[in-house]
């Protein structure tokens, strides 16, 4: 399977602990994307990296959220101290440089429970 | 104001229907416009992407945006019970690192 994987699909944790999930691009894929999608919400842009440079971060990536994709391959996202509100889909999606580079590939998210 | 806006339905349509979804966008600057299938638990995936203006058809699907009116629409035709899924419209930079979507449209497809 070549495609974007995300790890682990399900994550239930209590209030206050923090969490880390993980995303493997396409391998020919130079930028990584992350979302939150909630209930009856389309995907909400959190993060954005091209290559191993996280170039855009969305107001809604608080303090307590962090991302890296070290060495350009892989990518975390870590949420600290874990609220109720933070419970939702978490999408990750790569692209390809050059023109198609809008052509976002999406993984299969990684479902938060948060206690 | 949300950037896109979409209709969240659910649309419900008898097999071999004509279906026809529809986003309104606020942001001029971006002049990509996709659709995405988003089946449920799984992650959108990409149907079909329109640059600027005008129509493109692939198979069963149609893709039409209207400038002037800041309307984006997705034209199904024949309706199968295999389109049941969430249509989610967006809006893309030029440089691709900035993707806005709507809420999504869920769509019923009776068999």
């Known amino acids: 399977d070549t495609g974007v994987s995300q790890n682990p699909r399900h994550k239930i944790t209590k209030r206050g602990q923090n969490v880390t999930f993980r995303c493997d691009p396409i391998s020919e894929h130079n930028r990584l994307y992350w979302y939150r999608q909630t209930l009856g919400q389309g995907p909400e842009f959190l993060t954005y990296f091209q290559n191993e440079a996280q170039l855009e971060k969305s107001r809604l990536l608080s303090d307590r959220f962090s991302a890296e994709r070290p060495k350009g391959s892989f990518s975390t996202l870590e949420i600290q101290r874990t609220e109720q509100g933070d419970s939702a889909m978490y999408l990750c999606?790569?692209?390809?440089?050059?023109?198609?580079?809008?052509?976002?590939?999406f993984g299969p998210g990684t479902r938060l429970t948060v206690l | 104001q949300k950037e896109v806006e979409q209709d969240p339905g659910p649309l419900s349509v008898p097999e071999g229907a004509i279906v026809s979804l529809n986003c309104t966008y606020s942001n001029s600057a971006f002049q990509y416009f996709m659709w995405y299938r988003q089946y449920s638990r799984k992650g959108p995936e990409l149907l079909m992407y329109t640059y600027s203006s005008g129509n493109k058809e692939d198979g069963r699907f149609t893709a039409q945006v209207d400038k002037s009116s800041k309307y984006i629409s997705l034209f199904i035709r024949d309706s199968q019970p295999s389109d049941s899924a969430t249509y989610l419209c967006?809006?893309?930079?030029?440089?691709?690192?900035?993707?806005?979507f709507g809420a999504g449209t869920r769509l019923f497809v009776k068999a």
């Open positions: 967006a809006q893309s930079s030029t440089g691709g690192f900035k993707t806005i």
């Open positions: 999606a790569s692209s390809p440089r050059g023109q198609g580079a809008f052509e976002q590939f």
